[in-house]
C-alpha cells in the first residue's frame, strides 16, 4: 500500500471502482459542500474536488477535501500547476496529508484566461508530470525537491493524473501517459468518453505498452443534460468526441426527456467500459448534476460500493 | 530582438505634464527596427505632446535626439549637453534604455513611452511574434527549435496539457497553435519523437533577482 486510501484498497483488491467530482462553492458556505457531498456518499469509492476550475476563484480544493475528509467521505484533492510554485505545492500538499488527504490529483489547470482573474501572473513552476514525480518523491523517500532536505512524517499519496486521449497530437497521448506512469500516476482519470469504440482501440494501444499493469486507468464520463450541452462539448471542450449515433439520440427526444436519455447513455457506456480490458474504473463527472449520480449508480450497477 | 509599443498619449502626457523642457530621446537599436522608437517615431511622438501642452495653453521646448542605442554607456554620452539643458527626459528605447538613461544622468526625472513587449520575430512589416522568454535554460535542442516556455501558454516541459483544441490551436486562442503540438510534428517529420520521452525534471528558473553576466573569454577583464 502506498497510502492506504479508500480509492487504492478498491483498485488493489481488483473492484470496478468509482470516482466521481464535486465543485467548490464560490465563498465559505460549508452547507453547499455538505449537501453536495450528502448526494455523493455511498455513491462511489472516492470525491474529486476540484482546483478552482476554469480557473474561476472558489473555495480552495485542500480546505474542501479537508471537510469531505471530515464528514467520513474520501475526497481525491486536485492540485493545478497553475497556482502555486513549487514551495507551496510541496507545503500544500504536506498540509493535505496531515488533514487527512490521501489521494490527489495533478493537472496542469485551465489557462488563468479563461477565469475570473483574467490579469493574474500564472506560475506553471512546475509541470503536472514534475509535480508527480515530487509528490513521489515526498512519499517514497521523504525528500523535498532540490537538495532533498529530509521531511519528518509521512505523506501518504495515492497519486493521479489526467489523460485525454482523443485531443491533439492524438499520436502522442499514449506516450505522454506512459511518462506521467513513469514519473509516478498510480491512477489515471481520463477526459469524458463519449466513443467508446475509439477508446476501445486507444486502450489496446495503451495494453500493447503494458501501461495497464503498471497503474489503475479511470475510463471519465459525463453525463449529457441536452442536446445543447453535446453540442457544447463538442464544440469547446478539447478532446471530447461524441459519435453521431449518440447526438441523435438525444436529439431525438423531446427536450424535458433529454436528460433521462442522456443518464441511458451514460449507463450504457459504463457497460461497455466494464468489458474493455485495462478500465480499472469509471470517473463520473456530473457537474453540478451531483443530485443525479445516485440515479446513475443504481442504473449502472455500480452499487453498492465494496467495503474495504 | 526586443519588441515595443507605444503607451497611451494621455499615460505619457500624464507623466511630463509639470515639465517645461522636455529631451525626448529614440534609440536607434531595437526600439526602431520594431518602429516604436526610431526618430520618425520619437518626432511625431514630440508633435502630439505638443498638442496636448498647446491645448493647456501651455508652450513647451521639445528637443529629440535618437541614440545609436541606449544600454550602452558610450552612446549615452552622447546626449549629455542636451540632458543639461533640459528638465526631463522621455526615452522611447525599451525599458532597459530607459533604466540606463535613468542611471546615467542620475538627477533628471526620466520617463518611458513605450511598453516593452517581449524577445520576438517580425512575421511581417510592423507584425511580431514573441519567441523567447530569456528562461537562460534554452529548451530549443530537444523540443525541435520551438520554445516550450513561450509559445507554451502554460510552460509546459514534458508534453500537452489537456486542452489542444481538435484543429490544433492551443486551448488560450484558436488564432494560437499549440505549441506542443507542433513540437510533437515537427520532431515526427524529423524522426526524433524520442527526444520528447524523457522526463524533464523541474526547471531551474533563472529567477535570482537582476542577473548579470560576462562573455566566456572577457572574464580577465573584470578579475580583480
Ligand atoms: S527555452 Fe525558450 S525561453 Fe528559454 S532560452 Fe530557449 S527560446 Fe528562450
Ligand atoms: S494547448 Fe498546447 S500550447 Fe496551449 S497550454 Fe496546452 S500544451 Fe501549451
Not at chain 1, 480509492?7 to 471502482?17: I, M, P, R, T
Not at chain 1, 471530515?70 to 504536506?94: F, K, W, Y
Request: proline residues 4%.
Amino acid at each position: 500500500m502506498k497510502a492506504d486510501s479508500n480509492l487504492e484498497k478498491v483498485l488493489n483488491e481488483g473492484h470496478f471502482a468509482v470516482t466521481v467530482e464535486l465543485g467548490p462553492p464560490r465563498g465559505t458556505d460549508i452547507s453547499v459542500i455538505e449537501k453536495k457531498a450528502g448526494f455523493l456518499r455511498g455513491m462511489a469509492d472516492a470525491v474529486n474536488i476540484t482546483d478552482c476550475q476554469t480557473a474561476v476563484v472558489r473555495m480552495s480544493s485542500i480546505a474542501t477535501a479537508a471537510i469531505l475528509a471530515r464528514m467520513g467521505i474520501e475526497p481525491v484533492m486536485q492540485m493545478t500547476c497553475r497556482d502555486r510554485n513549487r514551495i507551496a505545492m510541496q507545503s500544500d500538499i504536506m498540509g493535505a496529508s496531515a488533514l487527512g488527504i490521501k489521494n490527489m490529483l495533478s493537472i496542469s489547470g485551465d489557462h488563468q484566461s479563461f477565469g475570473s482573474q483574467k490579469n493574474a501572473k500564472k506560475v506553471f513552476d512546475l509541470d503536472s508530470i514534475q509535480l508527480i514525480g515530487m509528490v513521489k518523491r515526498l512519499r517514497d523517500e521523504k525528500k523535498m525537491l532540490g537538495d532533498g532536505d529530509l521531511i519528518q512524517g509521512d505523506v501518504p499519496m495515492f497519486i493521479g493524473a489526467a489523460a485525454n486521449p482523443f485531443a491533439p497530437p492524438e499520436e502522442f497521448r499514449a506516450l505522454h501517459l506512459k511518462k506521467k506512469i513513469d514519473a509516478g500516476a498510480d491512477f489515471i482519470q481520463t477526459q469524458g468518453i463519449f466513443n467508446i469504440e475509439k477508446f476501445r482501440e486507444w486502450m489496446e494501444t495503451v495494453r500493447d505498452m503494458g501501461l495497464d499493469k503498471r497503474c489503475s486507468i479511470l475510463a471519465g464520463l459525463i453525463p449529457l443534460k441536452s442536446a445543447g450541452m453535446a453540442k457544447y462539448l463538442t464544440d469547446n471542450v478539447p478532446g471530447i468526441n461524441i459519435p453521431d449515433s449518440v447526438i441523435k439520440r438525444i436529439n431525438g427526444v423531446p427536450k424535458e426527456r433529454a436528460a433521462e436519455e442522456g443518464i441511458a447513455i451514460i449507463c450504457e457506456s459504463i457497460e461497455q467500459l466494464r468489458d474493455i480490458k485495462g478500465i480499472a474504473g469509471v470517473h463520473i463527472m456530473a457537474i453540478e448534476w451531483e443530485h443525479k449520480i445516485a440515479e446513475i449508480a443504481e442504473r449502472a450497477k455500480l452499487l453498492p460500493r465494496p467495503l474495504v | 530582438m526586443i519588441k515595443a509599443k507605444r503607451k497611451p498619449l494621455d499615460e505619457i502626457f500624464n507623466m511630463v505634464k509639470d515639465y517645461s523642457r522636455i529631451l525626448c530621446v529614440g534609440c536607434g537599436a531595437c526600439t526602431s527596427v520594431c518602429l516604436a522608437g526610431g526618430q520618425r517615431e520619437t518626432e511625431i511622438l514630440t508633435q502630439e505632446l505638443s498638442e496636448c501642452f498647446s491645448q493647456k495653453g501651455q508652450r513647451v521646448e521639445f528637443s529629440v535626439f535618437v541614440t545609436e542605442r541606449q544600454c550602452n554607456a558610450e552612446y549615452l554620452a552622447d546626449i549629455e549637453d542636451m540632458v543639461k539643458e533640459h528638465d526631463c527626459i522621455i526615452s522611447t528605447a525599451c525599458g532597459v534604455g530607459v533604466q540606463y538613461l535613468a542611471e546615467k544622468y542620475e538627477s533628471k526625472p526620466v520617463f518611458p513611452a513605450l511598453n516593452t513587449m517581449f524577445i520576438g520575430l517580425d512575421r511581417d512589416i510592423a507584425f511580431f511574434e514573441e519567441r523567447c522568454r530569456t528562461c537562460g535554460n534554452c529548451k530549443l535542442g530537444y523540443t525541435g527549435g520551438i520554445c516550450p516556455v513561450t509559445c507554451c501558454a502554460k510552460s509546459l516541459l514534458n508534453g500537452p496539457c489537456s486542452g489542444t483544441n481538435a484543429d490544433g490551436s492551443c486551448e488560450v486562442s484558436r488564432d494560437v497553435p499549440c505549441a506542443w503540438n507542433k513540437i510533437y510534428e515537427r520532431l515526427k517529420a524529423q524522426n526524433r519523437l524520442e527526444n520528447i520521452l524523457p522526463i524533464q525534471p523541474p526547471m531551474d528558473w533563472i529567477d535570482k533577482g537582476p542577473a548579470s553576466f560576462i562573455q566566456s573569454g572577457y572574464e580577465k577583464r573584470y578579475r580583480k
